[in-house]
């Protein structure tokens, strides 16, 4: 049986204003996959790239933007182990703003307990985000320093949590008095104004970093690598910045630095669901002990799609801005 969804598209590249709802019909759910009946959508920076034309989605992504929903299941394809009504969140490799979403069955899970649905749509992508980049890639351990720019992003207040619930010690940048002071509730040991405050000598003084998450790149890598410890990792996922730089790798060989990143998108299915498993295992539990929880600023509905970029686009928010059909 089909089903008619809404979708937001951006058929010319640009501001809020160039996004578009339109309506289609979704096939069945196929084999390994899953139609969801959506109670939130996350939006995310990749999200306003994809509208400025910079970022294409992969080959068979389904049409439309959103990369994270949470709802319940409307129809599980053949082999996808998901019941008619269950709860559950799910990267969507695309069409997150819509009324019904397609997932792959490998990149869904089941809602944790202790958040309010509509809340959890703001887990998947930021939490996939976060655990390969922090945990997997960049191997963060109990006791060590940690850094994250952009501390009160959707990025950036999971890191915090999950690195504090994580055992270790966390510090951050932010671009106002008030999301420092929200950072430290959150669990940051240390918040730096970046505007007013100097956070390479700030981070320096409390002992450096050993894993550093970097959404800024530009001048940051230099001043990165300047406050990384001996071994230390530092994990880029953006590049708000630029993603040219020049840089002085003296201090990488001496210190024996790695300098890493990765993007989600674009990984396989089985990638995916491994890291599906992995964040069901290890992040789940904190989010059921209250440890981590997801920072929402904003809720607007799908009919409010641009109001929600303009809020994404001003700098303004703190934690995630959800789109609720």
């Known amino acids: 049986m089909a089903h008619r969804t809404r979708i937001v598209t951006a058929p010319q590249p640009g501001g809020p204003d ?6 289609r019909t979704l096939a069945p759910a196929g084999p390994g996959e899953v139609l969801i ?39 599980a394809g053949e082999g996808a182990p998901f ?15 819509s009324d019904i979403a397609r997932a792959k069955a490998g990149s869904v899970i089941s809602a944790p307990e202790g958040v309010e649905l509509v809340d959890a749509g703001g887990l998947p992508e930021t939490v996939f985000t976060v655990w390969v980049n922090v945990f997997d890639r960049a191997r963060l351990a109990p006791g060590e320093h940690f850094l994250v720019h952009g501390g009160t992003s959707g990025i950036g207040t999971t890191a915090i949590q999950m690195a504090k619930a994580h055992g270790a ?28 405050g100097d956070w390479e000598a700030e981070v320096k003084s409390a002992g450096g970093a050993d894993v550093i998450l970097d959404m800024v790149a ?9 406050v990384l410890r001996t071994d230390g990792r530092i994990s ?38 491994a890291i599906a498993d992995a964040v ?11 440890a981590v929880r997801p920072v ?19 700098m303004a928010h703190s934690g995630k801005i959800l789109l609720t059909p």
């Open 18 to 23: 160039a996004l578009r709802i339109e309506e």
């Open 37 to 75: 009946d959506v109670a939130a959508a996350g939006v995310n920076r990749p999200d306003v790239f994809e509208r400025m034309g910079l970022y294409p989605p992969p080959q068979g992504a389904p049409e439309g933007l959103g990369l994270e929903v949470s709802g319940t299941v409307r129809e």
């Open 83 to 97: 019941r008619t009504g269950e709860p559950v969140v799910a990267l969507v490799a695309g069409g997150g703003y």
């Open 169 to 196: 010690m966390v510090m951050t940048t932010a671009g106002t008095d008030e999301k420092c002071a929200l950072a430290r509730e959150l669990g940051a040991d240390l918040a730096v104004n970046y505007k007013t």
């Open 218 to 226: 530009g001048d940051y890598v230099q001043k990165n690598l300047n």
């Open 236 to 273: 880029t996922i953006a590049f708000l910045k630029g993603a040219r730089v020049e840089v002085d790798l003296t201090m990488l060989m001496v210190k024996r630095q790695t300098l890493t990143g990765s993007t989600l998108r674009p990984r396989s299915d089985a990638d995916k669901a």
């Open 280 to 290: 069901k295992a290890r992040v789940w539990p904190w989010i059921k002990a209250g």
């Open 296 to 314: 929402i600023d904003s809720r607007f509905t799908l009919d409010e799609v641009v109001k929600a970029h303009e809020r994404m686009d001003s």
